[in-house]
């Protein structure tokens, strides 16, 4: 059998769990303050938000990569086999929105 313990080790481990109670009791109270929600609110928004820019960038950096890739050659000369029909198309699109955009103002 264990020792019986004297009242002041029981009225020490009450004052321990009372402490213990008590830092619980307020890190819930600062994790349920609205100012500690909305500030983890907005710190998880700025993490998606960098995340999603962060993945947009990686993207468009990728196609400029692919586009320059297709029109420059490795020596950076531009690529006139190519880059004539993509500037031909280039003008033809400007041509048929000023064409559409004049007959819209009549």
């Not at 999603?52 to 490795?74: F, Q």
């Amino acid at each position: 059998m264990s020792e019986a313990r004297t009242p002041a080790q029981i009225e020490a481990d009450i004052a321990g769990r009372r402490e213990a109670l008590a830092a619980t009791l307020d890190e819930i109270a600062v994790r349920v303050h609205p100012k500690t929600i909305v500030g983890d609110a907005k710190a998880r928004a700025a993490s998606t938000i960098d995340r999603t820019a962060g993945r947009a960038y990686v993207a468009v950096n990728r196609a400029v990569s692919d586009v320059r890739a297709t029109l420059v050659s490795a020596d950076g000369s531009p690529r006139l086999e190519r880059l004539v029909p993509v500037a031909l198309v280039a003008v033809a699109v400007v041509g048929v929105l000023a064409v559409s955009a004049r007959r819209r103002h009549r």
